[in-house]
C-alpha cells in the first residue's frame, strides 16, 4: 500500500519555522560609519546632543526683533542699523536693542533675536542701515535646537539595516564608527553534471542536455545584497561522495550553505542524503508556485556547532522566488533584523488570472503607462526572463482567479533585493 502524500507546507507555516532556528549571529564588529552602508547596527544610536545644537537661521537675512520691527520708520518700514554679521560657525554677541545682524543659513541666532527676516525682504541704504520691509512673526526662519533630534533620544534602533540616510543621521550625532553585527559567512555550491558556466564552452560547442549555470550568478547577488561575506564552491557534480565532501568543508568556516538543485527526491538527488548523514535534514515540500521543493537542515562541524543548510530548488525562477520570500528573511534575522517581511501595497491588476492555482502564487509582473500591473506572458518556473522584466511579483493567495481592474498585492523588486 502506497504511503500518503504529506500535505504542502502553507508559505507562512515554512517561515515561521525557519525563522525560529534563525538565531541572531554572535559576535560584532565597529566598523566605520562611512562603510555601514547595508549593515545591521546592533547597538541603539542614542544622541549625546541635541540637533541643531542651538537656534539657527533657516534663511540668508537679518536677526531681529519682531517686536521692534512692527515700529514704523519713516516710508512706513523699520529701519535698523546693523550691529554684527554672523557667518556659519560663528558664536554671536547678544542682539543689541534697535539693530539688527547680518545672518547667513545655518548660523547660530543671537540672544534677543526672535525672528530672522529673509534678505529678500530686506533693502540696504547708503548709509548701511537695513530698510525692513515686511513685519515679521516670532519664530519665523529659526530652527530651533533639537528640532531635529533630542538629546538622549534613540534616534536608531538597535536591528536597524542601516541605509544611507541612517549614516547622515549618525554623523549628525557625532557617531564615527558603529557597532553592527558581523556578515553571515555563506558558502554556496550547484549541483549537476547538466550544469556548464559561462565561458568554459561556446553555445554552439554545448552537448545536449547541458545548461549554463544562471543560479551560481544571481544567488550570489542576491547573498552579497543582504550582507553576506560568500564563497561560491562552485558546481558540485551528481555524487554522493562528492556532495558529502563540499558540504564538510562548507560547513567548517560557514554559518550558512546554501545550494541549488539536488533538492528533490530523485536518483541523482545526493543533497537529502549526504546532509543527513553529517546531520539532519527537514525536506519541505511548500505551498507556493513557483518554488515547491525547498530544504532546510544542518551540517555538523568537526569541532563543535554547525552550519545551516538551506537547499533551493533547481529551477530558476524557482530558485530565484524561494530565495526572495524564505532566505532573504532569514539571512536578515541572523543579523539581528526583527522586521523581515517584505512590504506589499495594493495596485491594479491590468491583466487576467481565470485560474487560481491551489498553491500560493508569485507571478511576475510590471507596470505599465497606466499605473496598472501588466503580467509577462510565460509564469514557467524555467522563463528567468519575467524576473528581468518585470517590477515585482503580485502574492495571489492559493485557488484566487484575477479579473482586469482587481486589486493585488504587489511587491515589488526593489523591496525584496533593498
Known sequence: MQTPRKPLKPLDEALQELLAHALVLTGSEQVDTFDADGRVLLEAAVSPLQ???????????????????????????????????IPAGTAPDALAAGTVARIFTGAPVPAGADAIVMQEDCEVLDDGRVRIKSRPEAGQWIRLSGDDIQQGATVIAAGTRLAPAHLGLAASMGFATLAVARKPRVAMFSTG?????????????????SIYNSNRFFLRALLLRMGCEVTDLGIVPDDREATVKALEQAAQSHDVIVTSGGVSVGEE??????????????????S???GKPFAYGRVNRKDHGFAHFIGLPGNPVSSFVTFQVLVRPFLLRLQGVQNVLPRAIQARADFVWPKGDKRREFLRVRYNERGGLELFRNQSSGVLTSTAWGDGVVDNPAGTTIAEGDSVSFIPFSELMA
Not at 534663511?59 to 542699523?81: I, N, Q
Open 51 to 85: 540637533v541643531p545644537p542651538q537656534d539657527n537661521s533657516a534663511m540668508d537675512g537679518y536677526a531681529v526683533r519682531a517686536a521692534e520691527c512692527a515700529v514704523m520708520g519713516s516710508g512706513g518700514d523699520a529701519v535698523l542699523p546693523v550691529s554684527q554679521r
Open 269 to 286: 538527488d545526493h543533497i537529502k542524503p549526504a546532509v543527513q548523514q553529517l546531520g539532519q535534514l527537514d525536506l519541505w515540500q511548500i
Open 193 to 209: 553534471d547538466e550544469l556548464v558556466m559561462p565561458g568554459t564552452v561556446a553555445p554552439q560547442d554545448m552537448k545536449p542536455g
Open 288 to 290: 507556493i508556485k513557483p
